[in-house]
Antibody, heavy 121, light 107 residues
Framework: EMQLVESGGGLVQPGGSLRLSCAASGFTFSTYWMSWFRQAPGKGLEWVAN????????FYVDSLKGRLTISRDNAKNSLFLQMNSLRAEDTAMYFC??????????????WGQGTLVTVSS | AIQMTQSPSSLSASVGDRVTITCRAS??????LGWYQQKAGKAPKLLIHAASSLQNGVPSRFSGSGSGTDFTLTISSLQPEDFATYYC?????????FGQGTRVEIK
């Protein structure tokens, strides 16, 4: 069974940093693009960043560029999101998601259960 | 960024009703669109990708259509387990962008 399990969320002060992790199992991690999404409490979904199979290509949402770094360790089937200079508006549930692709068609499945980041003093 | 305008923002319907949700893209995105269902406190679940391809295991009462700028998600006969929030997501261009969501409630 394919599974994604996020960890690393928690309470952090404004200006602080956090590193989220996502452990993948049940599929060949190294052959897929991976993404992070987030959802602020009571709000809609937002795509945050993605990374290709070998980590050589990364894309970020403009509003977060410069404060985020997405990375992966294929030997450990793990995806990471380093977040710096955190702000109250970064408070959200962060989801790790596998990107499927076949002949130019994309899909996002499965999703992890999420890890909650709360930025507050 | 491509703007996705989803409507309605919420609707009330009864079990057995036919439900239609629409998404309009601010520019053409071919069929690079997916539909996701999210229940309260849960992660989103992929229903349809490439505008009309039903994900494995998703009931056939769900269907998607459209291309270019206008897309539709249809639930042919609403079931109790379908009460949730639905989102469209375009993957034609970066940044990937969602519609605002449609909350489907029990009438």
């Amino acid at each position: 069974e394919m599974q994604l399990v996020e960890s690393g969320g928690g309470l952090v002060q404004p200006g602080g940093s956090l590193r989220l992790s996502c452990a993948a199992s049940g599929f060949t991690f190294s052959t897929y693009w991976m993404s992070w999404f987030r959802q602020a409490p009571g709000k809609g979904l937002e795509w945050v960043a993605n990374i290709n199979q070998d980590g050589s290509h990364k894309f970020y949402v403009d509003s977060l560029k410069g404060r985020l770094t997405i990375s992966r360790d294929n030997a450990k089937n793990s995806l990471f999101l380093q977040m710096n200079s955190l702000r109250a508006e970064d408070t959200a549930m962060y989801f790790c998601v596998r990107e499927g692709n076949y002949e130019g068609i994309n899909w996002f499945d499965p999703w992890g259960q999420g890890t909650l980041v709360t930025v507050s003093s | 960024a491509i703007q996705m305008t989803q409507s309605p923002s919420s609707l009330s319907a009864s079990v057995g009703d036919r439900v239609t949700i629409t998404c309009r893209a601010s520019q053409g995105i071919r069929t690079d669109l997916g539909w996701y269902q999210q229940k309260a406190g849960k992660a989103p679940k992929l229903l349809i990708h490439a505008a009309s391809s039903l994900q494995n295991g998703v009931p056939s009462r769900f269907s998607g259509s459209g291309s270019g700028t206008d897309f539709t998600l249809t639930i042919s006969s609403l079931q109790p387990e379908d009460f949730a929030t639905y989102y469209c997501l375009q993957d034609n261009n970066y940044p990937r962008t969602f519609g605002q969501g449609t909350r489907v409630e029990i009438k």
